[in-house]
């Protein structure tokens, strides 16, 4: 499920099914050096929302990704923005993310780390190919975190 005003509308019928919050966290590089590899890992990062979004559709709701610069302090987004979702009423939060930066941070919910992969040269069956794969490594992930309350 989306942050979208439709699915909102199930979330709120069905809230005590849904109780997977995922937040995709992309940061925005604003050096000329570093914007196309920016501009890749946000690609590649909400793909992968989307392929995790189809596959656990009535189990998790995927909040619109959060951006930020290399001048953000991360651990006061943790502490402030971030932290506002641990209080909702989903009992799982998880943060998707290719910057490994937000490992080292004290975060109000789980962090799901994956190295971005350049996808926009590909064709399309070896972009889903590609995909599929990573969504094969980030379930056991999702699934550790479920089992640990």
């Given at each position: 499920?989306?942050?979208?005003?439709?699915?909102?509308?199930?979330?709120?019928?069905?809230?005590?099914?849904?109780?997977?919050?995922?937040?995709?966290l992309?940061?925005?590089?604003?050096?000329?050096?570093?914007?196309?590899?920016?501009?890749?890992?946000?690609?590649?990062?909400?793909?992968?929302?989307?392929l995790?979004e189809?596959?656990?559709?009535?189990?998790?709701?995927?909040?619109?990704?959060?951006?930020?610069?290399?001048?953000?302090?991360?651990?006061?987004?943790?502490?402030?923005?971030?932290?506002?979702?641990?209080?909702?009423?989903?009992k799982?939060?998880?943060?998707?993310?290719?910057?490994?930066?937000?490992?080292?941070?004290?975060?109000?919910?789980?962090?799901?780390?994956?190295?971005?992969?350049?996808?926009?040269?590909?064709?399309?069956?070896?972009?889903?190919?590609?995909?599929?794969?990573?969504l094969?490594?980030?379930?056991?992930?999702?699934?550790?975190?479920?089992?640990?309350?």
């Amino acid at each position: 499920m989306n942050w979208t005003g439709k699915d909102m509308d199930i979330y709120l019928l069905q809230k005590e099914y849904i109780d997977t919050l995922v937040i995709p966290l992309v940061k925005v590089e604003t050096k000329m050096d570093n914007m196309k590899t920016s501009a890749s890992s946000t690609e590649f990062v909400m793909l992968l929302a989307s392929l995790i979004e189809t596959q656990f559709k009535g189990r998790m709701m995927f909040a619109p990704p959060f951006s930020y610069t290399s001048s953000t302090d991360l651990q006061s987004m943790a502490d402030t923005t971030l932290q506002d979702f641990s209080d909702t009423t989903f009992k799982h939060v998880f943060f998707l993310t290719t910057d490994h930066a937000w490992l080292s941070q004290k975060m109000p919910g789980q962090v799901i780390w994956l190295p971005s992969i350049p996808l926009e040269s590909m064709d399309a069956p070896l972009r889903q190919s590609i995909l599929e794969d990573q969504l094969r490594q980030v379930l056991p992930k999702f699934t550790e975190g479920w089992s640990a309350l």
